[in-house]
């Protein structure tokens, strides 16, 4: 009996955890060129999905994943590995309150121009300026003249931003084996889990 309480309560905290990652953070593979030279094509990202929660707002300068614009199909569960072509990853320029304009080369924002180390280039085109409303954000790529971004048009509401871009775990350089990271990436996070059960398992038997 009693070993079938430890059992029992070992699936109740695998479950607990496996549920908490899953809500919690979120891998994903770069599908473009709009991020260079911050993300390469083929880069594998871990994305924070609770940075935004619980009140939490984007900041200017965070790296973000969110829907693409006008995409309604966003799915009720989103698991750890699943991978949506129709999500996409910029940089936050302006949030609600800001103005933004793009002259001379250059990103202003509230009337100062930005310093941005970096982006590949400058931008070669002209944005006149624009009040952010609440609740909306103007994104941008690095990659400044091959991106599809806010400055040509479009904002990004807040209930499509999926989280913030944590770290990249996997990166393009090596692409003829960076699908072995998975594997690796399952195992050091079944480990952690292992180590974790045996942790709680100890102290509720102390």
Request: a neutral charge; proline letters at 7%.
């Amino acid at each position: 009996m009693k070993v079938l309480r430890e059992f029992i309560f070992t699936l109740l905290i695998a479950a607990i955890i496996f549920f908490a990652l899953q809500i919690s953070i979120k891998s994903f593979e770069v599908f473009n060129i709009s991020m260079l030279p911050t993300f390469r094509e083929g880069d594998l990202i871990i994305v924070n999905k609770l940075s935004y929660a619980f009140g939490g707002q984007p900041h200017q300068g965070d790296e973000i994943v969110f829907y693409e614009p006008g995409n309604v199909s966003k799915p009720a569960f989103d698991p750890f590995f699943s991978q949506h072509p129709s999500c996409f990853i910029k940089r936050v320029i302006a949030v609600p309150g800001d103005t933004v304009e793009i002259r001379d080369k250059a990103v202003f924002v509230n009337g100062v121009r930005l310093v941005e180390p970096y982006i590949r280039e400058a931008p070669s085109y002209y944005m006149p300026m624009r009040d952010i409303p609440g609740g909306q954000y103007f994104v941008l790529g690095d990659n400044r003249n091959h991106s599809n971004d806010s400055h040509t048009g479009w904002l990004v509401p807040a209930n499509d931003i999926i989280g913030e871009v944590w770290f990249r775990y996997w990166t393009a350089d090596y692409p003829n084996i960076r699908l072995v990271m998975i594997p690796v990436f399952i195992l050091i996070v079944g480990t952690l889990v292992v180590v974790m059960i045996a942790d709680a398992s100890r102290s509720r038997r102390s």
